[in-house]
């Protein structure tokens, strides 16, 4: 169990570390570490310098983490696998800010020429609402399999194990101790699914066509492979009752882990293709002073809740607007209701 821990924890471990080095990549045609630039600064040595202590600075974070998962596994000392991830995302912050604070001299003024929409948006869910409703349907469909197998259900069973494979945590058959792990996912897919939603309605218009029309699309991929994954992992747990072996569960702990990474390399490669969608000429008139730290937008001249991000893909909240820390409420909330099932479970 301690190798399969430490395979899994440094893949993880890895795996953040190859998108935090992406990062100054993973960003529209024009926008390097958060700021507007010229088409080719990218290209210019301050702008390799900048990049390569970045990413330098990232890496030996990332080393530093994974001696720590390496460590954690050898030890069960759970808290070191946290404390290593805190670190990766930490360096990664402070380095971005970093090299913002270095590019912003070269920044680009906001251009004077504004651009009309003259087309109606465009933006659809890749594979259309089939693609949301299937992974309510998986937890739905579990849900009332496990009613109707209510009678072949222990009347206690065990849900944890420790490194060594020993049980150490158990539920009983009641309701919250059966549906629990269906409730929370349905909880996380709602939650999802309403961001998708607020993408789609509360984002900037964009020209039907246009290289932003595209990369909004090919975006939204990215929750949908995150409520497939929960569907099928809560599924999976919300069975363990009826498919334990002898208080074992019978799927080996590597490959159920597998699954969210392989969620996770999926979405950073559908984030690999929206990064090469090409831009329009003009699709950003926010001013660069109003990017905090490149990442974080702030305008109360600007109406609009959500923005693009200049940092990385998709969308982000302005801050300036009431409406945007109601939202910000809602996904605080949503953690908060998980723990609530999760403690009656």
Not at 184 to 190: D, E, G, N, R
Request: charged share 15%; with cysteine; aromatic share 10%.
């Amino acid at each position: 169990m301690q190798v399969e821990l430490m395979v899994v924890a440094s893949g993880a471990n890895l795996i953040t570390g190859a998108a935090l080095t992406l990062t100054p990549m993973w960003a529209r045609p024009g926008m390097y570490f958060g700021v507007r630039v010229a088409p080719d600064y990218r290209e210019s040595d301050t702008a390799r310098r900048s990049r390569g202590d970045f990413r330098a600075k990232v890496w030996a974070a990332t080393a530093l983490a994974v001696a720590l998962s390496a460590l954690a596994s050898a030890t069960g000392t759970l808290w070191l696998l946290v404390a290593g991830l805190v670190i990766q995302i930490g360096t990664g912050v402070f380095a971005f800010r970093t090299a913002w604070r270095e590019t912003q001299p070269h920044g680009l003024a906001v251009p004077a020429t504004r651009t009309a929409h003259l087309f109606a948006r465009s933006t659809r869910i890749p594979g259309g609402v089939p693609v949301i409703v299937i992974p309510f349907l998986i937890v739905a469909g579990t849900a009332a399999y496990l009613a109707a197998k209510w009678n072949e259900i222990p009347a206690r069973f065990p849900i944890h194990w420790d490194f060594q494979g020993h049980v150490n945590g158990w539920s009983t058959r009641s309701f919250f101790g059966v549906f629990g792990p269906m409730l929370i996912a349905f909880v996380i897919l709602t939650f999802i699914g309403g961001l998708i939603a607020i993408q789609v309605r509360a984002a900037r218009p964009a020209t039907a066509g246009s290289g932003r029309a595209r990369r909004d699309r090919l975006m939204l991929g990215v929750p949908l492979i995150v409520m497939w994954m929960i569907a099928i992992l809560f599924s999976v747990v919300g069975l363990t009752p009826l498919i334990l072996r002898n208080d074992q569960f019978p799927i080996p702990a590597i490959v159920f882990l597998m699954i969210p990474i392989a969620g996770v390399v999926a979405a950073l490669w559908l984030v690999a293709r929206v990064s090469a969608e090409p831009s329009d000429p003009v699709d950003d008139n926010t001013p660069n002073e109003c990017w905090k730290w490149g990442q974080i937008y702030y305008n109360p001249a600007d109406p609009s809740i959500m923005v693009e991000k200049r940092s990385g893909l998709g969308y982000t909240l302005n801050f300036a607007r009431w409406e945007s820390w109601a939202m910000m409420g809602g996904v605080l909330a949503a953690p908060l209701i998980i723990i609530v099932l999760i403690s009656r479970h």
